[in-house]
């Protein structure tokens, strides 16, 4: 309270809005030994995270002399279920973004050799929302870019809206034009949409998605998402949850703008925080290979030129 009255008065007396932490422009080029005190990123440790390596290094970089390396190794006892195996780099709690609030992030990946091939859960991208201490459910990410069978697809979520269609499990929706194949689960009062796929996606590659949607509206731009072989894949998007209908995405990859959604995104559960936030990383399912991702030239910002050229930007 302290702390609001002293910048309400600062512009009553200056007329200049106090920049708020998370309006603080990041970028991490990992060139050092550690993570830079520009970037706002770090490694958290717990169970999941000990399958992981942070490796600092310079034979593989987009930019610059330095990149990051991400690996996991299988770790998970088979007598535990829903285990998990993570490498993730999340944002400093401090510099959160608000829920309401709309922010750019960008950041460079390449996929090591081998790329998984197998039919398994992978995400190499998250945005969640805050879950307070107590809140019942586990939240799924209300943007994430995931990868099944050695393809790259982007998923939006948000709470369960009965579907306009829902056909046999295990069949890949056919949906009408306005309409978003969806998977749905009441019972925890969540859907997830396939906004996006690379360009050797299937339709019966999203055999989850056997319903259809007009939760949200999609705007394909004309431009799949990369191949995971293709080398480097430098993202920039932009990300405003809003589970009440606000909610706007914009997703840049080398530059091309892939899609904007507009609608129901995120979540309004009680026991959620106020918060958004982004983590990075090699996530999966327990597996029993060894899997490596490579990252580089991490930033965020409010405003979108300081990640695209601005002749690139969406009109707001």
Not at 4 to 27: C, D
Not at 243 to 263: C, M, Q, R, W
Request: negative net charge; hydrophobic residues 35%.
């Amino acid at each position: 309270m302290f702390r609001t009255v002293l910048i309400v008065a600062s512009f009553l007396l200056t007329g200049v809005a106090v920049a708020q932490p998370w309006e603080t422009k990041l970028y991490d080029g990992f060139e050092g030994r550690d993570f830079s005190p520009d970037g706002g990123l770090y490694y958290r440790e717990n169970f999941e995270q000990s399958a992981g390596t942070v490796e600092f290094q310079s034979a593989v970089k987009r930019n610059g002399n330095g990149g990051l390396k991400l690996s996991v190794v299988p770790t998970c006892p088979d007598s535990l279920d829903g285990c998990s195996e993570r490498a993730e780099i999340w944002e400093k709690t401090a510099l959160r973004v608000p829920y309401d609030q709309g922010i750019w992030y960008g950041f460079s990946l390449k996929f090591a050799d081998p790329v998984p091939s197998g039919d398994h859960r992978y995400l190499v991208a998250q945005w969640k929302r805050e879950i307070d201490p107590g809140a019942e459910g586990d939240f799924s990410p209300f943007l994430a870019l995931r990868m099944n069978f050695g393809k790259l697809f982007a998923t939006v979520e948000t709470n369960y809206i009965a579907p306009v269609s829902v056909g046999p499990d295990g069949v890949a929706a056919a949906c009408r034009p306005g309409e978003v194949p969806v998977w749905g689960r009441p019972g925890v009062n969540q859907m997830r949409m396939l906004v996006a796929a690379d360009q050797s996606w299937r339709a019966d590659d999203g055999n989850l998605f056997n319903a259809c949607t007009d939760a949200i509206v999609v705007t394909n731009h004309g431009n799949p998402l990369p191949d995971p072989k293709s080398g480097w894949i430098d993202f920039a998007i932009y990300t405003k949850p809003g589970a009440d209908g606000s909610g706007h995405i914009e997703l840049y990859a080398n530059g091309k703008p892939i899609f904007t959604v507009k609608g129901h995104i995120g979540h309004a559960d009680k026991g959620l925080g106020k918060n958004q936030y982004f983590k990075f990383g090699p996530y999966r399912a327990a597996d029993v290979t060894d899997w490596t991702l490579y990252y580089d030239d991490f930033r965020r910002s409010p405003n979108c030129s300081d990640l695209l050229p601005q002749a690139a930007c969406p009109s707001p």
